[in-house]
């Protein structure tokens, strides 16, 4: 089964917690144990998991990425968002997560993320889970 989670980011760049919402599709799905795959179908976005318990943690992960030192880079993308591009590929555009008795198994501290680096803009998130 596919579920479609459509997200409208607020910032440049934006940690938002997509947890329950995917949890949701799996409900729905009504599949108690197989595999759930989330996937992100753009080039400046990204899936991660990390902590959802002390929101410092997003802010010091956002923080840390635009840390990164892309001033003195020579991009040659016309667009000028070869930054996104470059945080997008670093984080990665999927996650897969165990689903089982029906939940997602993800550990105590550990929340999902999509992750904008050029909003704020529409976007969307896929959430397969496939039974076994
Ligand atoms: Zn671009």
Redesign the pocket.
């Given at each position: 089964m596919l579920s479609t989670i459509s997200i409208s980011s607020r910032q440049r760049t934006e940690l938002i917690d997509i947890t329950s919402e995917v949890q949701k599709a799996v409900n729905n799905s009504q599949i108690l144990d197989g595999i759930c795959v989330i996937y992100t179908p753009h080039?400046?976005a990204g899936i991660t998991i990390n902590e959802n318990a002390d929101p410092d943690v997003r802010r010091d992960i956002i923080a840390g990425l635009l840390h990164l030192n892309f001033e003195k880079v020579d991009f040659s993308?016309m667009?000028?968002?070869?930054p996104?591009?470059v945080k997008s590929s670093l984080i990665g555009c999927s996650e897969t997560i165990i689903v089982e008795n029906g939940k997602l198994l993800l550990g105590t501290w550990q929340g999902i993320y999509f992750c904008e680096f050029?909003g704020p803009r529409q976007r969307k998130v896929l959430v397969k889970i496939l039974k076994g």
């Open positions: 080039t400046t993308h667009e000028g968002n070869s996104a591009h050029d």
